[in-house]
Every structure is written in C-alpha cells, then in structure tokens.
C-alpha cells in the first residue's frame, strides 16, 4: 500500500485546511485508517482514527470538534478538514492505513499555522 499525503500549508490561527491522503496499490476500505502529527522535537502523536470505513472515528482531545476526519470509498482517500487551527497544531500530517495487523505511512505534509 502507497500512500501520499497532500493539502499542507501556511495558514493563519483561526483558518481552515483540507488534508488528503490517496491509497494505491489496496482499498482504503480494507481496513482502519488515520492521521497522525509529528512536531519539531516531538514524538509522532495521534489525530484521528477508525477501525474499519463507515466505523466510529476517534479523535485526540486536542482536536475534538475542530478537525473531521472522513473517507471516499470510491475515490479511494480519507481527509481530514480542519478548522480553528492553533498554531500548536502546526507538525507534518501523516495518513496511515492498517491493514491485516500491518501499518503504513505515507510522506507526510507540511502544515504551518502563523499566530
């Protein structure tokens, strides 16, 4: 499974970002699927997550009622909007797909939110 993250960038505190994560090479559906954060000098931590596609997404109490995490089947990706972001919420954003037991990463994206 090859995953690439997109839809990074610089923002300002308050503003809206679209994060995407396209699947090739196995469904999305197959198993769970979530994102995940990694800030300078900091362990990679947890964003949000479900077990299995149409299942109950988990999300950190940091980003509880801003971000929504939602997936197109179809499409085979996941996104995650986000909105009111801080600028703690400034790391790489990486997607992650688990299946049978095994996880993948994708390259994360950069995202930056200015004070």
């Known amino acids: 499974v090859q995953l690439q993250a997109s839809g990074g960038g610089l923002v300002q505190a308050g503003s809206s970002l679209k994060l995407s994560c396209i699947a090739s090479g196995r469904s999305f559906s197959a198993g769970g699927a979530g994102w995940f954060r990694q800030a300078p000098g900091k362990e990679r931590e947890f964003v949000a997550a479900d077990r299995r596609s149409g299942g109950t997404i988990y999300y950190a109490d940091s980003v509880k009622g801003r971000f929504t995490m939602y997936r197109d089947d179809a499409k085979n990706t996941m996104h995650l909007q986000m909105n009111s972001l801080k600028p703690e919420d400034s790391a790489v954003y990486y997607c992650?797909?688990?299946?049978?037991?095994?996880?993948?990463w994708g390259k994360g994206t950069q995202v930056t939110v200015s004070s």
């Open positions: 992650n797909s688990e299946i049978g037991g095994v996880n993948y």
